[in-house]
DNA sequence: TATGAATGAGCGTTCATTCAT
DNA sequence: CATGAATGAACGCTCATTCAT
């Protein structure tokens, strides 16, 4: 059994561990944001984390897994951010729901930056794993979205529409008006909320006049 | 001058060396689509196009320089494809001319699969010339929603709608759900029709019943 | 088919490449043997050489091989010089077929001063490669020898002794004078003849003196 | 001048000192006998003595001193278990002194599998400090046969041979018996007497029949 | 005394590009 | 025009060693 002394040792240890660790994330974020997955070498991490070559290697064991890592943050991040359509009497409104997905989502990755940044712009195509990771991930959502449709449609929320298509759509409107906003335009989004409202309305009644209020 | 014979000559030699580029950009965009750019070496280009590595750059600069070839042709199908929609006796009605668009550029994307998986894939973050290029098709192609969603408005066919946000959504659908069909299930679209008519119905008429034809 | 000028060009090619490859190897003998396998970087072999880091890299995948290559000369070099003792009509007696074996490598290891070194000093423990080679090499030599005595001992040629120990150490004399001659006393041997005959004259005779010619 | 107190301290530490080295020294065998110097790391070796860095280094001065110090116990050992054949009358028969010099050797070798096995195997172009320890042991070795081959002779007892090659074929058959026991089949050696009396056969009376007991 | 986080020189390897033939 | 051998800057990574705690 270890001593307490020891027990507060490592304690405080790991602690540290940690935070040198999500030192490094943070700054590589601002790397990779700034010069893509490629073009960024572990000189520009580690010269902008101040660390040595060695130091880098005690906390992630390649370029590889320490992009991995950031991936993982990024898609953690955003599923324990959206939560499936539900009809419940404790639960606002499906329509309300979306809406709040939508908000979360934008808040989120205005919030990280630079993480968005990221992983909007390039992250697929980096490795397999990668790939495969964000796949999952947007096919979850997808079929978040789907199965929102299809039930809505049972339930006479929204009309009858092509589910696979639509989601796929949703999420693809999504990702660009952020991705507009965070890389290209590389500003913080003015009004969040806005956005938001604009995207909700679009989705719900799209652009014919017919559908005014 | 050059005499008629020399004419003669350096017209075929150029026609030559315009068949001998288009070979190896169309050999190029089965490499890249198939591995990726960073993971295409130039030995995979002229392996393929069955060239040696001097030929190459006899008409390539770099390995860049044949990549934002590439992309100049994806955009410039691209433009070629798309219309403004215009208010004229001669020409269908707006929505229309909006379907029309969505199916041309559906049918574009899928006759080049592979230039359109490099493309949407992972074109982005390549460098910063093939960024700026591909900002710009996309903000004239964002442009031209935006006029045409604004138009539409004060003609009272739509709706008044935040025609920024409406118009990157709009893209970013188109985007994803050929990204969707065209990389990750790597599948030929089914029924191409049905999927612009699936989204023609998404962007005009949203996600309420109200909206039922 | 390939026309005769063709044929010609790659003829020469493929003559140059050898020549290249070769002097890679011998400079690589000498450093390999100045310094040994591990104290020995690509730059110094590259050094020596006078060729360029990417040179090196177009002639051998990988500082293992450019090693690999030098054990499997010395081990086909030496499987050429040996032979097994046969007794046919139009051979030499056993004894002396014993003795031309000895003779042979011993010419065979002077006339590859560095190559010899190399081998005897350290090769073994440089990869596991290596091992099994240099191993079965060993092996097929010590087959060889344990056959020959024991069918020396049923021709009543020689003493029946302790075939595997006795060939084995047989071996490793031979080993061990090659050893202290080229690589600790770092001479070329003097008189090889005087060795090979002491070498065969220890084996047949041993010390004791009622042994005496 | 310290205290008894100071003293009594110092003793035990020291004492503590010289069996934390020696600790290390014995695992240092066994990991250095399994992968071999090169492939062994500082890692590999704290791991196995369940040290830490700073502990080794406060023992060692570096990978190659600990080291350098298992070759001097390797060559101590051995030092102290050969001794010159010597004619004196409290001593046995000189043959038998050869047969027990080579009987002990054996025995020692086997008792210290592992140090043996580094030591056989791939000691020779470690470094230039072990290289010059080793060749310096093998020289004192060679030559104390060389003298006793000479006295040998003198004496009447064996015949003239070229004591140089003789002796260094000597030691070379011995090492590459036990070698090839140790380190190629791993095994212990099953009659370390039958192995002795094969040697020590081999050596006085050779291959040929005439020589037969 | 004991620790283990931090270091950085040095390694083997890659690959876009050049140029003599 | 065509070739492919040659180049070398740049990369990701390792590991023996140091030193503040």
Redesign the interface.
């Known amino acids: 059994m270890r001593s307490q002394v020891q027990d507060g040792r490592s304690v405080r240890a790991a602690a540290k561990r940690r935070k040198r660790r999500e030192q490094i994330l943070v700054v590589a974020e601002h790397v990779f944001a700034a010069k893509?997955?490629?073009a960024t070498s572990i000189a520009d991490v580690i010269g902008a984390a101040e660390i040595s070559r060695g130091t880098f290697y005690l906390y992630f064991e390649s370029k590889a897994e320490l992009f991995h890592k950031l991936v993982d943050r990024f898609v953690e991040k955003l599923l324990s951010c959206v939560e499936g359509v539900k009809v419940l009497p404790d639960r606002p409104e499906p329509t309300q729901q979306m809406y709040d997905n939508i908000q979360r989502v934008i808040d989120l990755l205005v919030e990280n930056h630079d993480l968005s940044t990221v992983l909007l712009?390039?992250a697929?195509?980096v490795d397999d794993e990668v790939d495969r990771k964000l796949?999952e991930f947007y096919r979850f959502l997808q079929g978040m979205l789907i199965t929102a449709?299809q039930r809505?449609a049972q339930m006479?929320?929204?009309?009858p529409?092509?589910a696979h298509?639509?989601a796929?759509?949703?999420?693809?409107?999504?990702?660009?008006?952020l991705?507009?906003y965070l890389v290209?335009q590389r500003v913080d989004i003015p009004d969040k909320q806005?956005?938001a409202t604009?995207?909700y309305?679009?989705?719900?009644?799209?652009?014919?006049?017919?559908?005014?209020g």
Chains 1, 2, 3, 4 share one sequence.
């Open positions: 893509g997955y490629y712009r390039e697929v195509g796949e449709l809505g006479g929320l929204i009309r529409v092509n298509i639509v796929t759509a949703m999420l693809g409107s999504i990702k660009e008006v991705y507009h290209v806005a956005m604009a995207l309305d679009f989705f719900l009644r799209g652009l014919l006049p017919e559908n005014e």
